[in-house]
Protein backbone atom coordinates (compact mmCIF):
# COMPACT_ATOMS: atom_id res chain seq x y z
CA UNK A 1 0.00 0.00 0.00
CA UNK A 2 1.73 3.49 -0.89
CA UNK A 3 1.29 6.63 1.12
CA UNK A 4 -1.35 8.12 -1.73
CA UNK A 5 -3.31 5.11 -1.72
CA UNK A 6 -3.48 5.27 2.13
CA UNK A 7 -4.24 8.97 1.88
CA UNK A 8 -7.02 8.39 -0.98
CA UNK A 9 -8.62 5.36 1.13
CA UNK A 10 -8.32 7.08 4.72
CA UNK A 11 -11.99 7.16 6.16
CA UNK A 12 -11.15 10.77 8.25
CA UNK A 13 -10.43 12.72 4.66
CA UNK A 14 -13.13 10.85 3.18
CA UNK A 15 -15.60 12.10 6.41
CA UNK A 16 -14.25 16.24 6.13
CA UNK A 17 -14.68 16.12 2.14
CA UNK A 18 -18.15 14.96 2.31
CA UNK A 19 -19.09 17.28 4.88
CA UNK A 20 -17.57 20.29 3.16
CA UNK A 21 -19.06 18.99 -0.03
CA UNK A 22 -22.71 18.67 1.15
CA UNK A 23 -22.35 21.91 2.47
CA UNK A 24 -21.64 23.45 -1.11
CA UNK A 25 -24.54 21.47 -2.46
CA UNK A 26 -27.00 22.42 -0.20
CA UNK A 27 -25.79 26.65 -0.35
CA UNK A 28 -26.08 25.37 -4.31
CA UNK A 29 -29.72 24.01 -3.94
CA UNK A 30 -30.57 26.97 -2.15
CA UNK A 31 -29.13 29.87 -4.10
CA UNK A 32 -31.32 27.77 -6.78
CA UNK A 33 -34.64 27.52 -5.23
CA UNK A 34 -34.01 31.37 -4.03
CA UNK A 35 -33.20 32.60 -7.44
CA UNK A 36 -30.30 34.23 -5.47
CA UNK A 37 -28.17 32.58 -8.28
CA UNK A 38 -29.17 34.23 -11.54
CA UNK A 39 -27.70 31.66 -13.97
CA UNK A 40 -29.42 28.77 -15.52
CA UNK A 41 -26.63 27.14 -17.55
CA UNK A 42 -23.45 29.62 -17.66
CA UNK A 43 -23.22 29.17 -21.32
CA UNK A 44 -19.48 28.27 -23.11
CA UNK A 45 -18.82 27.34 -26.15
CA UNK A 46 -17.95 23.65 -25.97
CA UNK A 47 -14.22 23.79 -27.22
CA UNK A 48 -13.25 26.84 -24.57
CA UNK A 49 -14.46 24.95 -21.96
CA UNK A 50 -12.76 21.75 -22.42
CA UNK A 51 -9.43 24.04 -22.84
CA UNK A 52 -10.42 25.55 -19.59
CA UNK A 53 -10.81 22.01 -18.07
CA UNK A 54 -7.22 20.87 -19.38
CA UNK A 55 -5.76 23.98 -18.11
CA UNK A 56 -7.43 23.50 -14.49
CA UNK A 57 -5.11 20.13 -14.41
CA UNK A 58 -2.28 22.30 -14.88
CA UNK A 59 -3.27 24.15 -11.74
CA UNK A 60 -2.78 23.40 -8.00
CA UNK A 61 -5.29 21.56 -6.67
CA UNK A 62 -7.79 23.31 -4.28
CA UNK A 63 -10.20 21.40 -2.95
CA UNK A 64 -13.42 24.07 -2.32
CA UNK A 65 -12.90 25.92 -5.16
CA UNK A 66 -12.71 22.86 -7.54
CA UNK A 67 -16.24 21.82 -6.59
CA UNK A 68 -17.54 25.24 -6.23
CA UNK A 69 -16.35 25.65 -10.05
CA UNK A 70 -18.08 22.41 -10.68
CA UNK A 71 -21.12 23.27 -9.38
CA UNK A 72 -21.31 26.84 -11.02
CA UNK A 73 -19.95 26.00 -14.19
CA UNK A 74 -22.70 23.26 -14.90
CA UNK A 75 -26.44 23.73 -15.67
CA UNK A 76 -28.33 23.91 -12.57
CA UNK A 77 -31.48 21.95 -12.80
CA UNK A 78 -33.03 22.83 -9.70
CA UNK A 79 -33.53 26.28 -10.63
CA UNK A 80 -37.11 27.57 -11.27
CA UNK A 81 -35.87 29.08 -14.91
CA UNK A 82 -34.62 25.63 -15.95
CA UNK A 83 -37.81 24.85 -18.25
CA UNK A 84 -35.68 22.70 -20.67
CA UNK A 85 -35.48 18.77 -20.98
CA UNK A 86 -37.00 16.31 -19.20
CA UNK A 87 -34.87 15.94 -16.46
CA UNK A 88 -36.02 16.26 -12.82
CA UNK A 89 -34.88 18.43 -10.03
CA UNK A 90 -33.90 15.39 -8.02
CA UNK A 91 -35.01 15.23 -4.43
CA UNK A 92 -32.22 15.47 -2.73
CA UNK A 93 -32.26 12.59 -0.44
CA UNK A 94 -31.68 10.42 -3.99
CA UNK A 95 -28.64 12.28 -4.20
CA UNK A 96 -27.56 10.65 -0.79
CA UNK A 97 -28.28 7.48 -2.57
CA UNK A 98 -25.95 7.71 -5.58
CA UNK A 99 -23.52 8.77 -2.81
CA UNK A 100 -23.82 5.38 -0.67
CA UNK A 101 -24.23 3.95 -4.19
CA UNK A 102 -20.57 5.44 -4.89
CA UNK A 103 -18.99 4.46 -1.82
CA UNK A 104 -20.26 1.11 -1.11
CA UNK A 105 -20.05 -0.04 -4.39
CA UNK A 106 -22.75 -2.90 -4.41
CA UNK A 107 -22.52 -4.31 -7.90
CA UNK A 108 -25.81 -5.33 -7.78
CA UNK A 109 -27.46 -7.54 -10.43
CA UNK A 110 -26.49 -10.47 -8.75
CA UNK A 111 -28.07 -11.15 -4.98
CA UNK A 112 -24.47 -11.53 -3.28
CA UNK A 113 -23.61 -8.49 -4.65
CA UNK A 114 -26.03 -6.29 -3.58
CA UNK A 115 -28.39 -8.25 -1.57
CA UNK A 116 -29.73 -5.35 0.07
CA UNK A 117 -30.45 -2.92 -3.07
CA UNK A 118 -31.94 -6.26 -4.63
CA UNK A 119 -34.44 -6.64 -1.79
CA UNK A 120 -35.17 -3.18 -2.04
CA UNK A 121 -35.42 -3.02 -5.71
CA UNK A 122 -38.15 -5.88 -5.22
CA UNK A 123 -40.17 -3.96 -3.23
CA UNK A 124 -40.05 -0.73 -5.13
CA UNK A 125 -40.58 -2.85 -8.66
CA UNK A 126 -43.84 -4.82 -6.36
CA UNK A 127 -45.36 -1.42 -5.30
CA UNK A 128 -44.97 0.00 -9.06
CA UNK A 129 -46.65 -2.93 -10.39
CA UNK A 130 -49.33 -2.58 -7.98
CA UNK A 131 -50.13 1.06 -8.46
CA UNK A 132 -50.23 0.56 -12.00
CA UNK A 133 -52.80 -2.31 -11.64
CA UNK A 134 -51.17 -5.35 -12.43
CA UNK A 135 -51.97 -8.30 -10.68
CA UNK A 136 -49.20 -10.44 -8.30
CA UNK A 137 -48.11 -12.50 -10.60
CA UNK A 138 -46.22 -9.27 -12.11
CA UNK A 139 -42.60 -8.51 -11.84
CA UNK A 140 -40.00 -6.58 -13.44
CA UNK A 141 -36.59 -4.89 -12.92
CA UNK A 142 -34.88 -1.49 -12.61
CA UNK A 143 -32.41 -0.37 -15.45
CA UNK A 144 -29.99 2.36 -16.44
CA UNK A 145 -32.42 4.50 -17.90
CA UNK A 146 -35.38 4.29 -20.14
CA UNK A 147 -33.83 3.26 -23.61
CA UNK A 148 -32.07 0.22 -21.84
CA UNK A 149 -35.59 -0.45 -20.84
CA UNK A 150 -37.64 -0.38 -23.61
CA UNK A 151 -34.74 -2.27 -25.18
CA UNK A 152 -35.22 -4.97 -22.32
CA UNK A 153 -38.81 -5.07 -22.81
CA UNK A 154 -38.47 -5.77 -26.61
CA UNK A 155 -35.87 -8.65 -26.18
CA UNK A 156 -38.54 -10.32 -24.27
CA UNK A 157 -41.57 -9.78 -26.42
CA UNK A 158 -39.33 -10.76 -29.12
CA UNK A 159 -38.27 -14.18 -27.10
CA UNK A 160 -42.11 -14.94 -26.43
CA UNK A 161 -43.70 -14.01 -29.41
CA UNK A 162 -41.30 -15.12 -32.86
CA UNK A 163 -42.50 -18.90 -31.78
CA UNK A 164 -39.09 -20.62 -31.65
CA UNK A 165 -36.45 -19.80 -29.17
CA UNK A 166 -35.00 -16.35 -31.34
CA UNK A 167 -32.24 -16.36 -28.63
CA UNK A 168 -30.80 -19.45 -29.94
CA UNK A 169 -31.73 -19.69 -33.22
CA UNK A 170 -31.16 -16.04 -34.46
CA UNK A 171 -33.42 -14.29 -37.25
CA UNK A 172 -34.54 -17.44 -39.38
CA UNK A 173 -35.18 -17.17 -43.43
CA UNK A 174 -38.59 -16.25 -44.16
CA UNK A 175 -39.12 -14.53 -41.40
CA UNK A 176 -39.21 -10.81 -40.82
CA UNK A 177 -40.48 -9.96 -37.63
CA UNK A 178 -41.70 -5.94 -36.77
CA UNK A 179 -43.66 -3.48 -34.15
CA UNK A 180 -45.82 -0.78 -34.61
CA UNK A 181 -45.57 2.55 -33.22
CA UNK A 182 -46.61 6.11 -33.61
CA UNK A 183 -44.51 8.17 -35.04
CA UNK A 184 -44.22 10.49 -32.38
CA UNK A 185 -42.23 7.50 -30.63
CA UNK A 186 -38.72 8.19 -29.18
CA UNK A 187 -35.69 6.90 -30.74
CA UNK A 188 -35.07 4.72 -28.61
CA UNK A 189 -37.71 1.97 -29.60
CA UNK A 190 -36.48 1.91 -33.40
CA UNK A 191 -32.96 1.64 -32.08
CA UNK A 192 -33.34 -0.79 -29.72
CA UNK A 193 -35.53 -2.78 -32.79
CA UNK A 194 -32.79 -2.39 -35.01
CA UNK A 195 -30.26 -3.00 -32.32
CA UNK A 196 -32.07 -6.50 -32.01
CA UNK A 197 -31.14 -6.84 -36.46
CA UNK A 198 -34.67 -6.20 -37.21
CA UNK A 199 -33.76 -2.76 -39.71
CA UNK A 200 -35.52 -0.05 -40.03
CA UNK A 201 -37.80 -2.09 -42.05
CA UNK A 202 -38.65 -3.32 -38.76
CA UNK A 203 -40.29 -0.26 -37.70
CA UNK A 204 -43.54 0.41 -38.91
CA UNK A 205 -44.85 3.86 -37.97
CA UNK A 206 -48.41 4.21 -37.52
CA UNK A 207 -49.66 8.04 -38.07
CA UNK A 208 -51.01 10.15 -35.46
CA UNK A 209 -53.84 12.43 -35.25
CA UNK A 210 -53.88 15.90 -34.77
CA UNK A 211 -52.91 15.68 -30.69
CA UNK A 212 -49.95 13.84 -31.93
CA UNK A 213 -51.24 10.82 -30.41
CA UNK A 214 -51.64 7.32 -32.36
CA UNK A 215 -54.40 7.10 -34.61
CA UNK A 216 -56.26 3.58 -33.73
CA UNK A 217 -58.09 4.23 -37.06
CA UNK A 218 -55.12 3.81 -38.51
CA UNK A 219 -54.34 0.49 -36.88
CA UNK A 220 -55.67 -2.07 -38.88
CA UNK A 221 -55.08 -0.32 -42.72
CA UNK A 222 -51.38 -0.43 -41.22
CA UNK A 223 -50.97 -4.21 -39.89
CA UNK A 224 -52.27 -5.19 -43.56
CA UNK A 225 -49.71 -3.32 -45.40
CA UNK A 226 -46.89 -4.76 -43.11
CA UNK A 227 -48.43 -8.47 -43.22
CA UNK A 228 -49.16 -7.82 -47.16
CA UNK A 229 -44.64 -6.65 -47.49
CA UNK A 230 -44.30 -10.17 -45.68
CA UNK A 231 -43.09 -8.64 -41.98
CA UNK A 232 -44.55 -10.53 -39.06
CA UNK A 233 -45.69 -7.94 -36.81
CA UNK A 234 -44.96 -8.78 -33.12
CA UNK A 235 -45.40 -5.60 -31.21
CA UNK A 236 -47.40 -2.56 -30.93
CA UNK A 237 -46.03 -0.25 -28.68
CA UNK A 238 -47.98 2.86 -27.44
CA UNK A 239 -46.86 6.25 -25.86
CA UNK A 240 -47.86 7.06 -22.54
CA UNK A 241 -46.26 10.74 -22.89
CA UNK A 242 -44.21 10.91 -26.46
CA UNK A 243 -41.21 13.10 -25.79
CA UNK A 244 -41.41 15.82 -28.35
CA UNK A 245 -45.15 16.68 -27.41
CA UNK A 246 -45.93 14.65 -24.29
CA UNK A 247 -48.83 13.07 -26.05
CA UNK A 248 -50.78 9.77 -24.48
CA UNK A 249 -51.84 7.08 -26.99
CA UNK A 250 -55.41 5.72 -26.67
CA UNK A 251 -53.90 2.76 -24.74
CA UNK A 252 -57.10 0.94 -24.35
CA UNK A 253 -57.86 0.92 -27.74
CA UNK A 254 -54.22 -0.57 -28.55
CA UNK A 255 -54.93 -3.44 -25.85
CA UNK A 256 -57.78 -3.99 -27.51
CA UNK A 257 -55.95 -4.44 -30.94
CA UNK A 258 -52.82 -6.27 -29.63
CA UNK A 259 -55.52 -8.58 -27.92
CA UNK A 260 -57.35 -9.03 -31.07
CA UNK A 261 -54.48 -9.88 -33.10
CA UNK A 262 -52.29 -11.50 -30.54
CA UNK A 263 -49.25 -8.96 -30.30
CA UNK A 264 -47.16 -8.16 -27.43
CA UNK A 265 -48.10 -5.10 -26.11
CA UNK A 266 -45.75 -2.36 -24.61
CA UNK A 267 -45.63 0.81 -22.95
CA UNK A 268 -43.19 3.84 -23.38
CA UNK A 269 -44.37 5.48 -20.30
CA UNK A 270 -40.17 6.85 -19.52
CA UNK A 271 -42.04 10.21 -19.47
CA UNK A 272 -45.67 9.91 -17.97
CA UNK A 273 -46.79 6.46 -17.51
CA UNK A 274 -46.48 7.01 -13.65
CA UNK A 275 -49.53 9.04 -14.77
CA UNK A 276 -51.26 6.06 -13.42
CA UNK A 277 -50.58 6.52 -9.45
CA UNK A 278 -51.66 9.96 -9.68
CA UNK A 279 -55.89 10.37 -9.02
CA UNK A 280 -55.68 14.20 -11.30
CA UNK A 281 -53.86 12.10 -13.92
CA UNK A 282 -54.66 8.22 -13.54
CA UNK A 283 -56.68 9.01 -16.78
CA UNK A 284 -54.69 9.80 -19.16
CA UNK A 285 -53.30 6.25 -19.15
CA UNK A 286 -56.55 4.27 -19.01
CA UNK A 287 -55.55 0.75 -20.32
CA UNK A 288 -52.41 0.55 -18.82
CA UNK A 289 -53.01 -2.68 -17.00
CA UNK A 290 -53.80 -4.56 -19.97
CA UNK A 291 -49.61 -3.83 -21.28
CA UNK A 292 -47.56 -7.35 -21.28
CA UNK A 293 -44.61 -4.38 -20.25
CA UNK A 294 -44.24 -1.42 -19.06
CA UNK A 295 -41.19 1.14 -19.19
CA UNK A 296 -41.36 4.11 -16.29
CA UNK A 297 -38.22 6.19 -15.09
CA UNK A 298 -37.97 7.50 -12.02
CA UNK A 299 -35.59 10.36 -13.40
CA UNK A 300 -38.40 11.90 -15.14
CA UNK A 301 -41.85 12.59 -13.58
CA UNK A 302 -40.55 10.82 -10.13
CA UNK A 303 -37.85 12.84 -8.76
CA UNK A 304 -35.45 10.52 -8.94
CA UNK A 305 -31.94 11.09 -9.60
CA UNK A 306 -30.67 9.88 -13.23
CA UNK A 307 -30.95 6.88 -13.98
CA UNK A 308 -33.69 4.47 -12.14
CA UNK A 309 -35.79 3.10 -14.56
CA UNK A 310 -38.38 0.45 -13.86
CA UNK A 311 -39.47 -2.46 -16.48
CA UNK A 312 -42.53 -3.94 -15.41
CA UNK A 313 -43.73 -7.02 -16.97
CA UNK A 314 -47.61 -8.25 -16.23
CA UNK A 315 -46.86 -11.92 -16.21
CA UNK A 316 -43.43 -11.89 -15.02
CA UNK A 317 -42.10 -14.77 -16.37
CA UNK A 318 -41.78 -13.53 -19.57
CA UNK A 319 -39.19 -11.50 -18.15
CA UNK A 320 -37.17 -14.98 -17.65
CA UNK A 321 -37.69 -15.85 -21.08
CA UNK A 322 -35.08 -13.31 -22.50
CA UNK A 323 -31.58 -14.70 -22.91
CA UNK A 324 -32.63 -18.26 -22.30
CA UNK A 325 -31.61 -20.61 -24.76
CA UNK A 326 -34.17 -22.94 -23.71
CA UNK A 327 -37.25 -21.05 -22.06
CA UNK A 328 -38.79 -23.76 -21.62
CA UNK A 329 -37.06 -25.38 -19.50
CA UNK A 330 -37.05 -22.13 -17.22
CA UNK A 331 -41.14 -22.48 -16.77
CA UNK A 332 -40.84 -26.50 -15.50
CA UNK A 333 -37.92 -25.29 -13.07
CA UNK A 334 -39.07 -22.85 -10.40
CA UNK A 335 -35.89 -22.49 -9.36
CA UNK A 336 -34.35 -20.80 -12.40
CA UNK A 337 -36.29 -17.78 -11.91
CA UNK A 338 -34.15 -16.19 -9.71
CA UNK A 339 -36.11 -12.66 -8.93
CA UNK A 340 -32.80 -11.69 -6.84
CA UNK A 341 -29.93 -12.23 -9.65
CA UNK A 342 -31.56 -8.99 -12.18
CA UNK A 343 -28.24 -10.23 -14.33
CA UNK A 344 -30.20 -13.26 -15.58
CA UNK A 345 -33.34 -10.97 -16.84
CA UNK A 346 -31.39 -7.51 -18.13
CA UNK A 347 -28.47 -6.75 -19.84
CA UNK A 348 -26.59 -5.29 -16.98
CA UNK A 349 -23.76 -7.47 -15.44
CA UNK A 350 -22.77 -5.06 -12.71
CA UNK A 351 -25.26 -2.09 -11.96
CA UNK A 352 -25.91 0.45 -9.19
CA UNK A 353 -27.71 0.15 -6.56
CA UNK A 354 -30.72 2.02 -8.07
CA UNK A 355 -33.21 0.34 -5.75
CA UNK A 356 -31.61 1.91 -2.56
CA UNK A 357 -32.62 5.05 -4.08
CA UNK A 358 -36.15 4.73 -4.91
CA UNK A 359 -36.63 2.86 -1.40
CA UNK A 360 -35.11 5.42 0.65
CA UNK A 361 -37.40 8.13 -0.81
CA UNK A 362 -40.66 5.57 -0.50
CA UNK A 363 -39.79 4.72 3.01
CA UNK A 364 -39.03 8.73 4.06
CA UNK A 365 -41.79 10.35 1.97
CA UNK A 366 -43.76 7.43 0.91
CA UNK A 367 -45.76 7.29 -2.29
CA UNK A 368 -47.40 10.68 -1.69
CA UNK A 369 -44.05 12.24 -2.76
CA UNK A 370 -44.28 10.64 -5.87
CA UNK A 371 -47.63 11.80 -6.60
CA UNK A 372 -47.19 15.33 -5.50
CA UNK A 373 -44.47 15.53 -7.71
CA UNK A 374 -45.87 14.37 -10.53
CA UNK A 375 -49.28 16.28 -10.45
CA UNK A 376 -47.21 19.77 -9.62
CA UNK A 377 -45.64 19.52 -12.25
CA UNK A 378 -48.35 18.50 -15.03
CA UNK A 379 -50.69 21.64 -13.18
CA UNK A 380 -47.17 23.88 -14.20
CA UNK A 381 -47.36 22.83 -17.66
CA UNK A 382 -51.94 23.66 -17.99
CA UNK A 383 -51.12 26.53 -16.58
CA UNK A 384 -47.92 27.42 -18.96
CA UNK A 385 -50.01 26.92 -21.89
CA UNK A 386 -52.89 28.69 -20.38
CA UNK A 387 -50.42 31.86 -20.20
CA UNK A 388 -49.25 31.03 -23.56
CA UNK A 389 -52.07 30.92 -25.00
CA UNK A 390 -53.33 34.29 -23.66
CA UNK A 391 -50.50 36.06 -26.13
CA UNK A 392 -51.38 36.96 -29.42
CA UNK A 393 -48.06 36.74 -30.43
CA UNK A 394 -47.82 33.54 -29.73
CA UNK A 395 -48.63 30.10 -30.94
CA UNK A 396 -49.52 27.05 -28.93
CA UNK A 397 -49.96 23.81 -31.54
CA UNK A 398 -52.00 21.96 -29.51
CA UNK A 399 -53.51 21.79 -26.39
CA UNK A 400 -50.84 19.89 -23.93
CA UNK A 401 -51.79 16.71 -22.26
CA UNK A 402 -48.45 16.39 -20.16
CA UNK A 403 -45.95 19.10 -18.97
CA UNK A 404 -44.64 19.12 -22.07
CA UNK A 405 -45.50 22.14 -23.78
CA UNK A 406 -44.28 23.22 -27.25
CA UNK A 407 -45.31 27.10 -28.09
CA UNK A 408 -43.49 29.68 -30.92
CA UNK A 409 -43.10 33.57 -30.91
CA UNK A 410 -45.09 34.26 -34.07
CA UNK A 411 -44.90 38.53 -33.62
CA UNK A 412 -46.38 39.54 -36.72
CA UNK A 413 -46.71 38.47 -40.85
CA UNK A 414 -43.72 36.14 -40.99
CA UNK A 415 -43.85 33.03 -43.20
CA UNK A 416 -43.19 29.80 -41.61
CA UNK A 417 -39.18 29.74 -42.95
CA UNK A 418 -38.78 32.74 -40.98
CA UNK A 419 -40.88 31.71 -37.70
CA UNK A 420 -38.38 28.41 -37.74
CA UNK A 421 -35.40 30.48 -38.41
CA UNK A 422 -36.70 33.19 -35.52
CA UNK A 423 -37.55 30.87 -33.01
CA UNK A 424 -34.33 28.71 -33.44
CA UNK A 425 -32.33 32.46 -33.20
CA UNK A 426 -34.75 33.25 -29.75
CA UNK A 427 -33.83 29.81 -28.13
CA UNK A 428 -29.68 30.38 -29.09
CA UNK A 429 -30.09 33.68 -27.53
CA UNK A 430 -31.56 32.91 -24.48
CA UNK A 431 -29.30 29.88 -23.70
CA UNK A 432 -26.80 31.72 -24.35
CA UNK A 433 -27.70 34.66 -21.94
CA UNK A 434 -28.26 31.79 -18.97
CA UNK A 435 -31.01 32.95 -17.46
CA UNK A 436 -33.51 30.32 -18.75
CA UNK A 437 -32.98 27.20 -20.33
CA UNK A 438 -35.61 25.79 -23.10
CA UNK A 439 -35.22 23.44 -25.72
CA UNK A 440 -36.69 23.17 -29.30
CA UNK A 441 -37.94 20.49 -31.40
CA UNK A 442 -40.01 20.11 -35.13
CA UNK A 443 -43.49 19.84 -35.30
CA UNK A 444 -44.76 19.58 -38.55
CA UNK A 445 -41.70 20.79 -40.48
CA UNK A 446 -42.01 23.78 -38.08
CA UNK A 447 -39.36 24.68 -35.57
CA UNK A 448 -41.17 25.49 -31.99
CA UNK A 449 -39.46 26.27 -28.61
CA UNK A 450 -39.86 23.11 -26.15
CA UNK A 451 -40.30 23.91 -22.27
CA UNK A 452 -41.07 20.91 -19.55
CA UNK A 453 -41.84 22.13 -16.88
CA UNK A 454 -39.79 19.90 -14.60
CA UNK A 455 -39.38 21.53 -11.50
CA UNK A 456 -41.97 22.56 -8.55
CA UNK A 457 -40.26 25.49 -7.93
CA UNK A 458 -41.26 26.97 -11.30
CA UNK A 459 -43.83 29.64 -10.53
CA UNK A 460 -46.30 31.60 -12.51
CA UNK A 461 -44.08 34.70 -12.85
CA UNK A 462 -40.63 32.76 -13.94
CA UNK A 463 -42.89 31.87 -16.75
CA UNK A 464 -44.49 35.33 -17.59
CA UNK A 465 -40.85 36.42 -17.36
CA UNK A 466 -39.97 33.50 -19.84
CA UNK A 467 -42.21 34.68 -22.41
CA UNK A 468 -41.44 38.54 -21.85
CA UNK A 469 -37.77 37.85 -22.72
CA UNK A 470 -38.74 35.43 -25.79
CA UNK A 471 -41.22 38.39 -27.30
CA UNK A 472 -38.03 40.64 -26.43
CA UNK A 473 -35.58 38.73 -28.49
CA UNK A 474 -38.46 37.89 -31.33
CA UNK A 475 -38.82 41.73 -31.68
CA UNK A 476 -35.40 42.85 -32.00
CA UNK A 477 -34.72 39.11 -34.35
C1 LIG B 1 -40.73 8.61 -24.19
C2 LIG B 1 -39.29 8.33 -23.88
N1 LIG B 1 -38.84 7.07 -23.94
C3 LIG B 1 -37.55 6.77 -23.66
C4 LIG B 1 -36.65 7.75 -23.34
C5 LIG B 1 -35.24 7.37 -23.06
O1 LIG B 1 -35.03 7.39 -21.68
P1 LIG B 1 -33.56 7.54 -21.04
O2 LIG B 1 -33.12 8.92 -21.34
O3 LIG B 1 -33.81 7.29 -19.59
O4 LIG B 1 -32.69 6.49 -21.67
C6 LIG B 1 -37.07 9.08 -23.30
C7 LIG B 1 -36.12 10.16 -22.98
O5 LIG B 1 -36.37 11.31 -23.09
C8 LIG B 1 -38.44 9.38 -23.57
O6 LIG B 1 -38.89 10.62 -23.54
Redesign the pocket.
Known amino acids: MTDLLKQAYDPENFRGQAHRLVDLLADHLEASYSQSDKTVLPWMDPDQRLLKWQNDLEQKFEFEPFWKDTIDETIHIHHPKYLGH?VCASLPLAGLGDMLNGVLNNGSAIYEMGPVSTAMERVVIDWLAGAMGYGKEASGVLTS????G?LTALLAARQHQSGYDHWTEGKIDGFHPAIMVSEES?Y?VSRAVQIMGWGEKGVIKVPTNPLHQLDAGRLEETYAKAEKQGLKVLVLVG?A???STGSYDPLDQIAHFSEKKGLWFHI?G??GGAAAITPKYRHLTKGIERADSIVI?F?KMLGISA?T?AVLFRDGKRSYETFNQKAGYIFNNEEREQWFNSAVRTLECTKNMMGVKVYSILRTYGPQVFIDHFTTCYDLGREFAAIISQGADFELPYEPESNIVCYRYIGSGKTDHELNRLNADIRRKIIESGKFYIVQTQIDNKTYLRSSLMNPFTSKSDMEELLEEIRMYGKSG
Not at 145 to 148: C, E, F, P, Q
Open positions: QGGSLNHSNGSTDAHDHLT
